[in-house]
């Protein structure tokens, strides 16, 4: 294996508040890499710094050869960075189908557009039945596919998620881990940000916790899943 993504001492601050602190972090192409941590140990803060959406005071960004840390969002977007937002923000006045299309904007490549996006409704009948309703009829879960698939569109190399499994039903909880490890085993590679520690370790190869904007702990999921008081520590269970 071979690192996709490295990200090197990553610092950002809000202000005076400085919510990433030097974090390094290391995806290898293939793997799903699982970042772990409380409320506001800046998780979030990692994932829009890794997009660019947020300016870095400090650190590096490297996508596979490139150099990223002084690129644009869009032209990140365009490498294969693609993140899956918190909160799905889908577009709920734009159908279905709609949603689906803004993530294929920067393709040109019309026709392979229009079967992945049948792929999709093949895959999640649900949405297939209502692509030309307003995406706001769309139960959580389902609206959670929506911004996935749209995600998908947009032909990442590396999917960043940012808890998708946040607020759904149970049954759309497994849906989720389920397209996850899916999309991975079709050799995606993976960040998924997640508060459902569990679940998040069963699926992902290696784990990063974050505590207070910087590394905690971090190393294959299997020595943390064994490990329960170090999770406890920083994470109060999960
Ligand atoms: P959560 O699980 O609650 O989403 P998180 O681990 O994703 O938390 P971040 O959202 O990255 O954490 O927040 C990290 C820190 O930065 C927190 O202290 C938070 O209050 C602060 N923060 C986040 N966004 C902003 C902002 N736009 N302006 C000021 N402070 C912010």
Redesign the pocket.
């Known amino acids: 294996m071979s690192a996709i993504l490295s990200v090197s001492d990553l610092t950002v601050a ?2 005076g ?1 400085t ?2 602190d030097g974090v390094s972090l290391t995806v290898e192409e293939g793997e799903i890499v699982t970042v772990l ?10 994932l ?1 710094g890794i997009m660019g959406a ?1 300016p870095a005071a400090r650190g590096r960004i490297q996508f596979r050869d490139t150099d990223l840390s002084r690129a644009r969002p869009h032209t990140r977007l365009a490498s294969g960075l693609v993140l899956v937002p ?1 909160g799905r923000q889908v577009l709920v006045s734009l159908t279905v189908e709609e949603n689906l299309l803004l993530g294929a904007h920067l393709r040109r490549d019309r026709a392979a557009v229009r079967s992945e996006i049948d792929a999709i409704y093949e895959r999640f009948p649900n949405l297939g039945q209502r692509r030309h309703v307003a995406a706001a009829t769309l139960s959580g879960g389902e609206q959670q596919m929506v911004a996935i698939g749209r995600a998908m569109v947009a032909r990442p190399q590396v999917l960043m998620l ?2 998708p499994s946040l607020g759904l039903s149970p049954l759309f909880v497994s849906k989720v881990f389920e397209l996850i490890q899916e999309m991975n085993r079709g050799g995606l590679t993976i960040v998924l ?1 997640e ?1 459902n520690t569990g679940k998040a370790l069963s699926v992902a190869h290696s784990a990063t916790v ?1 505590e207070l ?1 910087k590394v905690a702990v971090a190393g294959p999921c299997e020595a943390l899943r064994n490990d329960r008081r170090l999770l406890d520590a920083y994470l109060g269970g999960g």
Request: aromatic share 4%; net charge negative.
């Open positions: 809000y202000g508040v919510a990433l941590g409380a409320n506001g140990a800046g998780k979030t803060t990692l829009l947020v918190e940012d808890e940000v508060q974050l904007g």
